[in-house]
Nanobody, 129 residues
Framework: QVHLVESGGGLVQAGDSLRLSCVAS????????MAWFRQAPGMERVFVAS????????YYQDSVEGRFTVSGDKVKNTVYLQMNSLKPEDTGVYSC??????????????????????WGQGTQVTVSE
């Protein structure tokens, strides 16, 4: 069991920056990938970014590539999402997710909500015009 708690959301203007944090507890040694998803009211949850807990590369949704950076601190059991040049379309509840480590990862795996086993409650990000 892994417990995830997000923080760092807020109300900002377009062009501003935010850094979200996701603190993991419990059986964190079983985690393979951690990811960030966003959900706007009445919309499906969509992938934002992911980072492997050990070796591997990070992935980003095309719309945030070059603006957002995902990073991790395993000592603190924390994953961050640095969000720069925020746009109104970035608005939504940002949730942290973690999977139980797999033996093989394909590029199509990371952006699918069904592949993640643990979810946080989410933190609201609102970007005004």
């Amino acid at each position: 069991q892994v417990h995830l708690v997000e923080s760092g959301g807020g109300l900002v203007q377009a062009g501003d920056s935010l850094r979200l944090s996701c603190v993991a507890s419990g059986r964190t040694f079983t985690v393979g990938v951690m990811a960030w998803f966003r959900q706007a009211p009445g919309m499906e949850r969509v992938f934002v970014a992911s980072i492997p807990w050990s070796a591997g590369r990070s992935y980003y949704q095309d719309s945030v590539e070059g603006r957002f950076t995902v990073s991790g601190d395993k000592v603190k059991n924390t994953v961050y999402l640095q969000m720069n040049s925020l746009k109104p379309e970035d608005t939504g509840v940002y949730s942290c997710a973690a999977d139980v480590r797999r033996t093989l990862y394909l590029r199509t795996y990371y952006n699918q909500t069904r592949n993640y086993d643990y979810w946080g409650q989410g933190t609201q990000v609102t970007v005004s015009e």
